[in-house]
């Protein structure tokens, strides 16, 4: 069985920085992409950065150059480094990835969230 654990969240005054961290374990074979997602109360969740197997990264332009997404395949781990933290930045933050397993069917994973605050 896949799972991934999210870890790192918490409370930061605004322009902080938080780390936070995706570790999938299980049966896996590969991993694809792997994404941060993040939903703030009364909204709809939003794609943040994303990684590629090969290290091709992408970013919703609300966190460019602020937010680093990094992955290291030997651990089968995600990272996001979040700096210059806003209020607007406050969600329920997840992780997601498209993972080959040897026990079934290439599908996408969802972590079960951390929470970030930021506070003015």
């Known amino acids: 069985q896949v799972q991934l654990v999210e870890s790192g969240g918490g409370t930061v005054q605004a322009g902080g920085s938080l780390r936070l961290s995706c570790a999938a374990s299980g049966s896996i074979f590969s991993i694809n992409d792997m994404n941060w997602y993040r939903q703030a109360p009364g909204k709809q969740r939003e794609l943040v950065a994303g990684?590629?197997?090969?290290?091709?990264?992408n970013y919703a332009d609300s966190v460019k150059g602020r937010f680093t997404i990094s992955r290291d395949n030997a651990k089968n781990t995600v990272h996001l480094q979040m700096n210059s933290l806003k209020p607007e930045d406050t969600a329920v933050y997840y992780c997601n990835a498209e993972i080959w397993s040897f026990s079934g069917p290439r599908r996408w994973y969802w972590g079960q969230g951390t929470q970030v605050t930021v506070s003015s």
């Open positions: 990684v590629t197997n090969l290290g091709r990264t």
